[in-house]
């Protein structure tokens, strides 16, 4: 198996008293010697310095985490097959296509075989462009063929240092979504620290590069940059265009390159849903970006050969849903706070009854199959009835799936940003629920004056969505691990950007009765720089610590596997095993493969389960058959699944099978009701006896500590 080791906003008819007394303020600091000069030419010094800071983090970020993998792995050194191996799982299914695009005759000789493909799946033709998002490697494969860099760059070296450049964008993202918030750059340094002192919780790209969430992260995180300056209230037509271009582009790129790319949108909805249902957004604008995520995915739908599981989508009904339901209920926002508290609930009704009315409307008549693992998973995580489902007990037994763990917290409890956020957090939401309660108690022409004063009762846009923003994918995080990277990073842009806006500490100021314009602008200026010094002082020298950490890539087991089937299997040979081993086995030698860790697709998962039965209690007649099905001519069977302690007991592989088979599982404890004793040893574990009901069928041909490969008769 793979070690490490030593190496050797709001309306103009409203603002309040102590707005006008800021930009009084301000009109009194540009009142210097040089007049309106020196301001213009403090700002522009301002957003030169801060992009330059911007760029220099972005780029900085992006050669500390590829000097790590190259430090973790000796990435430099290591053979080619040993760099192969080192994508583990999925990521060497998808790197597979790049290199099959480099070694291809031709270009179009290689989006053939992409869209023809039989060595994914044995005896089956796929269209990968369809099934899988594997666009970047067909793009990254035709730019090495073109552009004349084959004589200073390694294949592997362009296509890890793409993904090395797209989290330089990533961190510039962020860093640009918290000065927009703030108004001051400062915060976005603060953002950056904060990503590379918490970089076990915001990203893992430098131990799994070519997996989905790198490629896609950054351009979400664009996005979101793009989406808060195209909610600011002073945007002329002209800007408001240019920025929706730009979430146009990076919704785009972003649901090209992840397959999961329709759920986060989904959230991202819901976001924008509440606040538009609550006043607290345009509602012009709000529509805008519901038809921005629908065209998008539509339009990654037909680069994707029409991808049923694209039109089938929660998000594409939910969309459409909201837009329907906004023609349906007209004066949706008038009236008192019972009326329209009354409209609103009538409101979230219709809205969630023609979504799940269009959603079944559209998977009946595709006949999607695709994505019910996710909802058997759904229903099994929230406790909707245990399930013996195979699939879903699947990823409930993976950690990636489960809740976040408490030390996650503490991690980022030690680097103040869980501190900060939740400070932040706390201040923004309540003049989130105190702007909620004055839009519902009445339209904007009928609000009491008094309120028009309240600095409570202000909140802008952008702040508004980043809130609600935050607090989505935060459950969604605390729910399912995997997808913290989603919370984390946008976690350290929007608690830099709340410590240095001088609206957080004018609400708290004003509340505790110790406002004054110089106090907040110490606030904003010094906490943030104290929060810097702070994480200098305590996580430079583990960063500088970390950087000269020397590993190196150990896995001669797998690597001696390799080999052997490269030199002692025909080129046509149909191999059977682990989905994560076979991805690998695909990438380093190119052989076919019965199934592969692309679980989005019915058959492909049925295929899964028939093929792991060899580490179930089978005879070794009905597995010999199964395999022989899909045309295996070897089958890899491994030590650390065989015979698996990783996972609790239950958990285990070997447990799933038989609990989906209706087999009591090995070991103490008591077993579900219904189960009944297997009438068959596992077979794992059997054939190593070498008994004739096996050799008949099953022939060894290569072993070590870790793999056993047997070739399989063609008659039984």
Known sequence: MISIRQRKGTKTTELSEDYTAQEENGKLENNLPSG??????????????????????????????????????????????????????????????????????????????????????????????????????????????????????????????????????????????????????????????????????????????????????????????????????????????????????????????WQFNQFMMLVQALALFSLDSLDMLPAGKATRLYAVQVTSLLLVCALQFFNSMILGSLLVSFNLSVLMARKLQKNLKTGNFLNRLGKLLLHLFVVLCLTLFLNNIMKKILDLKSDEHIFKFLKA????????????????????????????????????????????????????LAVAFRNLSGAPGQRPPGNVGNPTLRLKPETAYNLAHSVLFGFLALSTMRMKYLWTSHMCAFASSGLCSPDTWELLLKATRLYGPKRVCVMRTLVPILTLLYLCYKFWPGVMAELSELREFYDPDTVELMTWITSNTPRTAVFAGSMQLLAGVKL???????????????????????????YAKRPPGDVHALLRSFGADYVILEDSICYERRHRPGCRLRDLLDLANGHMMDGPGESDPGLTLAGHPRFCEEIRRDLPSFTALFVRVFQNKTFHVYRLSRNK
């Open 36 to 257: 309106r000069t020196a301001g213009r030419l403090w700002k522009i010094l301002s957003f030169t310095l801060g992009g330059t800071v911007a760029l220099c983090t972005g780029l900085l970020t992006s050669v500390y985490l590829a000097t790590l993998h190259e430090n973790d792995l000796w990435f430099s050194n290591i053979k080619e097959v040993e760099r192969e191996i080192s994508f583990r799982t999925e990521c060497g299914l998808y790197y597979s296509y790049y290199k099959q695009m480099l070694q291809a005759p031709t270009l179009v000789q290689g989006f053939h075989g992409l869209m023809y493909d039989n060595k994914t799946e044995s005896l089956r033709t796929i269209n990968v462009l369809q099934r899988m998002n594997i666009y970047q490697e067909v793009l990254l494969g035709v730019l090495y063929r073109v552009l004349p860099i084959q004589k200073y760059i390694e294949p592997v070296y362009f296509y890890i240092y793409t993904l090395f450049g797209l989290q330089a964008v990533y961190v510039t993202a962020l860093y640009v979504t918290s000065w927009l918030l703030s108004g001051a750059w400062l915060s976005g340094l603060l953002a950056a620290s904060w990503y590379v002192t918490n970089r076990v919780d915001t990203t893992r790209v430098e131990f799994t590069v070519p997996l989905r969430e790198n490629w896609a992260l950054p351009f979400f995180a664009t996005q979101i940059a793009a989406v808060t300056y195209f909610l600011r209230a002073d945007l002329r037509p002209p800007s408001e265009r240019r920025a929706l271009l730009v979430i146009f582009a990076s919704t785009f790129l972003f649901s090209l390159t």
């Open 381 to 432: 995580k929230f406790g909707f009835g245990a399930t013996r489902d195979f699939d879903a007990n699947l990823y409930l037994c993976e950690e990636a799936f489960g809740l976040l763990p408490l030390n996650t917290f503490e991690r980022l409890w030690d680097t103040l940003l869980l501190r900060a956020y939740v400070f932040v957090l706390c201040v923004t939401a309540a003049a989130a």
């Open 588 to 614: 380093c030698t190119g052989r076919t493969l019965t199934n592969h860790p692309h679980y989005e697709d019915s058959s492909l998962r049925e295929r899964t389960r028939a093929v792991y039965q060899i």
